[in-house]
């Protein structure tokens, strides 16, 4: 069974960046979708980016595009998101999750989550 375990969160001030890893156990099948979501308290759970790990393709929100780039190193089973200029709106809960598809987009119906890492941006 496939696990997810993030990490590489933190508090870091507006404008700097973060690295998030999101590392695969278990069944490290390649043809999935790997996406990466925060949750802000008292919001609901968005999807930011995601890749297929058999290619690489990668998909983003409109919200982060520029900012945030998604990434994987294939031999360490790890997908990672890369974030500069950090805003205080980035402040939330980063997941990442999985589903068997090869296209990733909509960021919907994602159905193996991970325990996900805090992010806290401060102005």
């Known amino acids: 069974q496939l696990q997810l375990v993030e990490s590489g969160g933190g508090s870091v001030q507006a404008g700097g960046s973060l690295r998030l890893s999101c590392a695969l156990s278990g069944d490290t099948y390649s043809r999935i979708c790997i996406g990466w979501f925060r949750q802000a308290p008292g919001n609901a759970r968005e999807g930011v980016a995601a890749?297929?790990?058999?290619?690489?393709?990668?998909s983003y929100a409109d919200s982060v595009q520029g900012r945030f780039a998604i990434s994987q190193d294939a031999a360490k089973n790890t997908v990672y998101l890369q974030i500069h200029s950090l805003k205080p709106e980035d402040t939330a809960m980063y997941y990442c999750?999985?589903?068997?598809?090869?296209?990733?987009?909509?960021?919907?119906?994602?159905?193996?989550w991970g325990r996900g890492t805090q992010v806290a941006v401060s102005s």
């Open positions: 890749i297929y790990r058999a290619d690489g393709t990668t």
């Open positions: 999750a999985a589903r068997i598809t090869s296209y990733c987009y909509p960021f919907r119906n994602y159905g193996t």
